[in-house]
């Protein structure tokens, strides 16, 4: 079985990450049962029950945690960004404060808005071809192609 990506990620790594999944899950105001199943599997990996603690309140509170630059090589920062992207268009849609908090989250990253906003386009691409891709299974079993 292949590790997750917040496995992976030192101690110190693991909590920034899970402060930026509350912050990125409460962006908009709403919090779905999608956002929340990507809450629940990176504090699995929290050791320190405070911190787990910090992180839910933050969710219950709907806050939107200010995050600090975090040093880490840039493919590890990537990665980063890419699995928050998922978890940002996770809902099916994503909002101008989810966008603005991505954004924010890049840049504690290392990166710049334009990079942020392109990992952000990947998964709004993503999302429109996870649609179609359902349309046309649905289309199939429709016109019992298959």
Partial sequence: ????????????????????????????GVVTESELVFLR?????????DEINQVV?????KERP?????????NTAAMILI???????????IDQAEVDYFKYVGK???FDPAYSEEILQWG????????????LVKRAKKNKIF
């Avoid at 599997?41 to 029950?49: A, M």
């Avoid at 309140?57 to 509170?61: F, R, Y």
Wanted: glycine content about 6%; overall charge neutral; cysteine-free.
């Fill in 83 to 93: 699995h928050l992207a998922s978890i940002a268009i996770a809902d099916g849609s």
């Fill in 41 to 49: 599997e990176t504090i699995n990996f929290l050791e320190n029950v």
């Fill in 1 to 28: 079985m292949a590790q997750s990506l917040v496995e992976l990620l030192p101690p110190k790594v693991k909590v920034w990450f899970a402060h930026a999944v509350a912050g990125l899950i409460t962006a908009d």
């Fill in 124 to 135: 709004k691409d993503s999302i429109m071809l996870e649609k179609r891709k359902k349309g």
């Fill in 66 to 74: 200010v995050l600090q630059t975090i040093n880490t090589d840039s």
């Fill in 108 to 110: 504690k990253l290392g």
């Fill in 57 to 61: 309140g933050e969710v219950k509170n």
